[in-house]
């Protein structure tokens, strides 16, 4: 039997409520609706700044423009290094790309899908610039043992925490975003919180935060009697509108990933008796999704014949999360960047043009074809949703067992 499970793309995953209506019509009816002489983005980026713990946040049109800020904000010279995950949103690489820096590739651990300080330290080159650390599905990666590996080499560390509001790093205190050069987050409507689009990015360095403030505003310097362009700048200015929607969203953050850790770990509960089915630790994780990877040498089966026996259920599960590593993707395959170029993965000015063959993250490649499961829960989730979903996942695995003999 087919069930319906709350979604986040619409109010039965999505918590917006007559407060942000309130915020809407207040900004509409004042008639002025960007953020150029107004109060709420401003507002936004002084109250994001202080829940996640950090001295600036800058707001942006996207997650993809937040991390693009980032990148902008270090000023790498044509053909330097990012290291990125393979197991991530397409906004992780593209703003690394459009400041025709390199994306290489680094491995994940097996069960979180993060970076790991071991294989970020396999791919330091004289030419790396930074590492882009992704927190993904909200599982906290292990940035302060990335941080020294980095440290030594004079590499930045920038956090992608679009999939990690409130999520805590392992080794100490605060939140996700607070522990790398800058963080960087997402408002698009399947995050934590939403307005739809838009993305936040935060830095404890002033002069980082005025160059990220300059590029997301056509290289502008709002802050001073010159007009000039100081700099090649966007215009990834998020709306007053947005922002004043985002800043009643910010007040809900806490209650969201409270609800979606009592979901997840739940489901976690449901999980613990299935041999070969290993989760993500608990401790600091903020639940973007739940995930779970099978052992096939022990369950007999993988994600796909997994999910295959959930069809029919509603269960909103994925098998692998992504079609193939970002490395395998056609932008990256057949260099579709600047005309006919392959610019900048072409060298030089890069050393050497990059290594986007399979099989070069083993463990990513194997996460997505044959161990990783994962389940879209939101706050929305009731006990029974919850419970439901648990029923699935177990009465899958059985069936699947059966069809492994
Ligand atoms: C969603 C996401 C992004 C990009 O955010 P957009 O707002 O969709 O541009 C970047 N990185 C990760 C890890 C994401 O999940």
Same mark, same amino acid.
């Given at each position: 039997?087919?069930?319906?499970?709350?979604?986040?793309d619409?109010?039965?995953?999505?918590?917006i409520?007559?407060?942000e209506?309130?915020?809407?019509?207040?900004?509409?009816r004042?008639?002025?609706?960007?953020?150029?002489?107004? @109060?709420?983005?401003e507002?936004?980026?002084?109250e994001?700044?202080?829940?996640?713990?950090?001295?600036?946040?800058?707001?942006?049109?996207?997650?993809?423009?937040?991390?693009?800020?980032?990148?902008?904000?270090?000023? +790498?010279?044509?053909?330097?290094?990012?290291?990125?995950? +393979?197991?991530?949103?397409?906004? @992780?690489?593209?703003?690394?790309?459009?400041?025709?820096?390199?994306?290489?590739?680094?491995?994940?651990?097996?069960?979180?899908?993060? =970076?790991?300080?071991?294989?970020?330290?396999a791919c330091?080159?004289?030419?790396?610039?930074?590492?882009?650390?992704?927190?993904?599905?909200?599982?906290?990666?292990?940035?302060?043992?990335?941080?020294?590996?980095?440290?030594?080499?004079?590499?930045?560390?920038?956090?992608?925490?679009?999939?990690?509001?409130?999520?805590?790093p392992?080794?100490?205190?605060?939140?996700?975003?607070t $522990?790398?050069?800058?963080?960087?987050?997402?408002?698009?409507?399947?995050?934590?919180?939403?307005?739809?689009?838009?993305? =936040?990015?935060?830095?404890?360095?002033?002069?980082?935060?005025?160059?990220?403030?300059?590029?997301?505003d056509?290289?502008?310097?709002?802050?001073s009697?010159?007009?000039?362009?100081?700099? =090649?700048?966007?215009?990834?200015?998020? @709306?007053?509108?947005?922002a004043?929607?985002?800043?009643?969203q910010?007040? $809900?953050?806490?209650?969201?990933?409270?609800?979606?850790?009592?979901?997840?770990?739940?489901?976690?509960?449901?999980?613990?008796?299935?041999?070969?089915v290993?989760? +993500?630790?608990?401790?600091g994780?903020?639940?973007?999704?739940?995930? =779970?990877?099978?052992?096939?040498?022990?369950?007999?089966?993988?994600? $796909?014949?997994?999910?295959?026996?959930?069809?029919?259920?509603?269960?909103?599960?994925?098998?692998?999360?992504?079609?193939?590593?970002?490395?395998? @993707?056609?932008?990256?395959?057949? $260099?579709?960047?600047?005309?006919?170029s392959?610019?900048?993965?072409?060298?030089?000015p890069a050393d050497?043009? +990059?290594?986007?063959?399979?099989?070069?993250?083993?463990?990513?490649?194997?996460?997505?074809?044959?161990?990783?499961?994962?389940?879209?829960?939101?706050?929305?989730?009731?006990?029974?949703?919850?419970?439901?979903?648990?029923?699935?996942?177990?009465?899958?695995?059985?069936?699947?067992?059966?069809?492994?003999?």
């Amino acid at each position: 039997m087919s069930r319906t499970y709350p979604s986040v793309d619409d109010s039965s995953g999505r918590t917006i409520g007559e407060e942000e209506i309130a915020a809407a019509t207040r900004v509409l009816r004042s008639g002025h609706l960007w953020r150029i002489g107004g @109060t709420e983005a401003e507002a936004l980026e002084r109250e994001f700044a202080e829940l996640i713990g950090r001295e600036h946040a800058v707001a942006s049109s996207s997650g993809s423009s937040a991390v693009h800020l980032a990148v902008a904000a270090l000023d +790498p010279e044509p053909g330097d290094e990012f290291v990125v995950p +393979p197991l991530t949103d397409a906004g @992780t690489i593209i703003g690394v790309l459009a400041c025709n820096a390199v994306p290489v590739f680094a491995d994940v651990d097996p069960v979180t899908g993060c =970076l790991t300080s071991d294989s970020v330290a396999a791919c330091l080159t004289p030419r790396t610039r930074a590492v882009v650390v992704v927190h993904l599905f909200g599982a906290p990666a292990d940035v302060d043992g990335i941080k020294r590996v980095c440290d030594e080499r004079g590499v930045a560390v920038i956090e992608d925490c679009a999939q990690a509001y409130l999520t805590v790093p392992p080794g100490g205190t605060g939140y996700a975003g607070t $522990r790398g050069l800058i963080g960087c987050f997402s408002l698009q409507q399947t995050k934590h919180i939403s307005v739809g689009e838009g993305g =936040l990015t935060v830095t404890d360095d002033p002069g980082l935060a005025r160059r990220m403030r300059l590029f997301a505003d056509k290289g502008w310097p709002r802050d001073s009697a010159e007009r000039n362009h100081l700099m =090649l700048g966007y215009n990834y200015r998020l @709306t007053d509108l947005a922002a004043a929607i985002a800043r009643v969203q910010l007040t $809900r953050v806490g209650s969201v990933v409270e609800r979606r850790r009592a979901v997840a770990t739940r489901l976690t509960e449901r999980l613990a008796d299935l041999p070969g089915v290993t989760v +993500p630790a608990d401790t600091g994780h903020s639940y973007y999704l739940h995930s =779970l990877v099978l052992d096939p040498s022990v369950t007999g089966f993988g994600n $796909r014949a997994y999910v295959g026996a959930m069809a029919g259920s509603g269960a909103p599960v994925g098998a692998g999360y992504l079609a193939r590593p970002l490395y395998r @993707t056609t932008m990256l395959t057949e $260099r579709r960047t600047y005309g006919t170029s392959g610019y900048p993965l072409s060298a030089p000015p890069a050393d050497t043009a +990059p290594d986007y063959g399979v099989g070069r993250c083993p463990v990513a490649e194997r996460m997505i074809e044959e161990t990783l499961v994962i389940a879209l829960i939101n706050e929305g989730f009731t006990d029974e949703d919850t419970e439901a979903l648990g029923d699935v996942l177990v009465d899958a695995y059985k069936q699947a067992l059966q069809g492994s003999d």
